[in-house]
């Protein structure tokens, strides 16, 4: 048996799992055994056979199919191309109009009443799991934001096996790299991902499955969308800090099942109201630029940045999540290990300064 390690265990569970060459091996939580069997295996290293072609079953020929009327409907309906002659706040307007339809949002509590044996914690550990497939592959945080608006939309619709939860991770993440990314990774390279837990064909099948109950209506607007909006006025001297530490606090968002209450748009304006508070206490954060942008007053955001805050309080978040991790690291400003504000003046929820 090759050299290995033994992997995180729950009682009757011990496996190895082999030593990945020259990368530093990924965190895995306890957690991850405990919630889903299939979610136990690391992101390891792919093979990619990007010009393979598979033609061996009538199957596989469907789906090639399928995914060709797929990418022709991307070209086509890209949001952001629709609205590029209007002026800034028209394209906010159509944003935020197209973040409260509803095939564009989950349902805040479709664990409560969709799924039959899913907990919070079991969407936590894949969303975390799907951070690091998404540093893996160098994909754009776009690609991550929409795989887990898939993600919820598709559970918000559909009864799905809680066993299964990293092939659907996975198959929204096909269909969203699809969408976003310039030269995505194959389904063989999600396949493999999984340490071969799911074939290349059964990841393939997943995608149109997603696809098909997301009526191919794929794109959304995530927080991602209205974050770089917002970040885009008023270049500051800490600007690219301050860019890295709202992402990092949106993407700790795509971890609590809690946040699906709020709509993108109020998670994007909290996370860059929090992260100015948090590099500049002393100055009111939400500023009459930001407030004309995001058509937000500051008391509009009071419980999602109160909510972002717990958050970013939350020392085991930082210490064992991959986005914890992500966001230590120096190339990122290690913004992740930044002092939280402590105090919230009254006065920076008025509306007076906007």
Not at 39 to 67: G, Q, W
Not at 82 to 89: E, H, P, R
Request: glycine share 2%; with cysteine.
């Amino acid at each position: 048996m090759a050299e290995g390690v033994q992997s995180p265990t729950c009682p009757d569970v011990v496996e190895v799992i082999p030593v990945v060459p020259k990368r530093k091996r990924v965190f895995i939580s306890s957690a991850m055994v405990e919630c889903c069997r299939s979610l136990t295996t690391p992101v390891k290293k792919s093979r990619r056979r990007k010009d393979i072609v598979y033609k061996e079953s009538a199957v596989e020929m469907e789906i090639e199919t399928e995914i060709g009327k797929f990418c022709d409907y991307c070209e086509c309906v890209d949001p952001q191309t629709m609205v590029s002659d209007l002026d800034a706040s028209d394209i906010n307007s159509y944003l935020r109009s197209m973040e409260l339809q509803d095939k564009n949002r989950p349902i805040a509590n479709f664990l409560e009443t969709v799924q039959k044996d899913m907990t919070a914690n079991n969407r936590r550990v894949l969303v975390d799991w799907l951070v690091e497939v998404t540093e893996e592959y160098k994909l754009s945080s776009h690609t991550l934001y929409l795989t887990v608006s898939c993600l919820d939309r598709f559970l918000s619709r559909q009864s799905f096996p809680k066993s299964k939860l990293q092939l659907l991770g996975v198959g929204c993440m096909l269909a969203a790299s699809k969408y976003e990314e310039i030269d995505p990774p194959s389904s063989d390279d999600f396949a493999d991902i999984t340490d071969n837990a799911f074939t290349k064909l059964e990841v393939s099948k997943m995608e149109i499955d997603v696809l098909k109950v997301l009526k191919w209506e794929l794109g959304a607007p995530t927080p991602k969308t209205f974050l770089s909006r917002l970040l885009s006025i008023k270049k500051e001297k800490s600007q690219t800090q301050l860019e890295f530490l709202a992402d990092y606090l949106v993407e700790l968002s795509l971890l609590d099942y809690e946040f699906l209450r709020y709509p993108a748009s109020t998670i994007a304006a909290s996370a860059v109201f929090l992260a100015k508070l948090t590099l500049r206490p002393d100055s009111n954060p939400w500023t009459p630029e930001l407030h004309l942008l995001s058509n937000y007053k500051s008391s509009d955001l009071r419980d999602c940045v109160h909510s972002l805050h717990s958050q970013q309080m939350n020392k085991k978040t930082a210490l064992s999540t991959a986005i914890g991790a992500k966001y230590e690291q120096s190339s990122f400003y290690s913004v992740s290990t930044l002092v939280p504000p402590t105090i919230f003046p009254y006065a920076y929820f008025q509306n007076s300064q906007e």
